[in-house]
Nanobody, 116 residues
Framework: QVHLVESGGGLVQTGGSLSLSCEAS????????IGWYRQGQGNQRELVAT???????DYGKSVKGRIAVSRDDAKSTSDLQIFNVKPEDTAVYYC??????????WGQGTMVTVSS
């Protein structure tokens, strides 16, 4: 079992940057992929960015080029930064983890609102 808790959401101005953190607990040794998804109002949940244990990253098309994702396995954390944010980045951001057995876990989500 893996438990994920996000922090850092809130109000961000257009053109600024947002930073989110995810802290994992439980069987963190089993995490293979960790990262972020988001869901805007009326939209499906979409990939923001993930990073695998070997360092390979995967980015969503809507944020590619203005994003940084990292993981610190010693601290069991993952950090996300999005630069030059736009109103369409407004969403609930979810921390995500997939363990080596293939099970997936989600955080409760943190709301980010980008003001125009």
């Amino acid at each position: 079992q893996v438990h994920l808790v996000e922090s850092g959401g809130g109000l961000v101005q257009t053109g600024g940057s947002l930073s989110l953190s995810c802290e994992a607990s439980g069987n963190t040794w089993s995490i293979d992929v960790i990262g972020w998804y988001r869901q805007g109002q009326g939209n499906q949940r979409e990939l923001v960015a993930t990073i695998a244990s070997g360092g390979a990253t995967d980015y969503g098309k809507s944020v590619k080029g203005r994003i940084a994702v990292s993981r610190d396995d010693a601290k069991s954390t993952s950090d996300l930064q999005i630069f030059n944010v736009k109103p369409e980045d407004t969403a609930v951001y979810y921390c995500y983890a997939r363990v080596k057995r293939g099970l997936e876990y989600w955080g409760q989500g943190t709301m980010v609102t980008v003001s125009s």
